[in-house]
């Protein structure tokens, strides 16, 4: 079984960053993608960005690219998700999940097999 722990969230004014963190335990995540998912009150649950855990690879939605970068420390088995320029449009409930295997669908919440508990960003405009 995987355990997914999130931190780092907040709330913070227009322009300011902030990191996230998800700490991943419980398995070997070679082949894994990881990823950061994010809902919005009255939304649908959205991707944000996802990484391989194997090679490294990075994937993005279209409106944080440039803003947001998604990274992983293996030692640590955690990965992070370093957030610049912030916008109150970007205030959600944010998810990490872990999906066992690559997909090219990883930008769908369908794919994924674990999820944490969600962390709340809040930016204030």
């Known amino acids: 079984q995987v355990q997914l722990v999130e931190s780092g969230g907040g709330s913070v004014q227009a322009g300011g960053s902030l990191r996230l963190s998800c700490a991943a335990s419980g398995r070997t995540f070679r082949s894994y993608v990881l990823a950061w998912f994010r809902q919005a009150p009255g939304k649908e649950r959205e991707f944000v960005a996802a990484?391989?855990?194997?090679?490294?690879?990075?994937y993005y939605t279209d409106s944080v690219k440039g803003r947001f970068t998604i990274s992983r420390d293996n030692a640590k088995n955690t990965v992070y998700l370093l957030m610049n320029s912030l916008k109150p449009e970007d205030t959600a409930v944010y998810y990490c999940?872990?999906?066992?295997?690559?997909?090219?669908?990883?930008?769908?919440?369908?794919?994924?097999?674990?999820w944490g508990q969600g962390t709340q960003v809040t930016v204030s405009s």
């Open positions: 999940a872990a999906d066992e295997d690559y997909s090219t669908s990883y930008y769908a919440t369908r794919e994924y097999d674990y």
């Open positions: 990484i391989r855990w194997s090679n490294g690879r990075t």
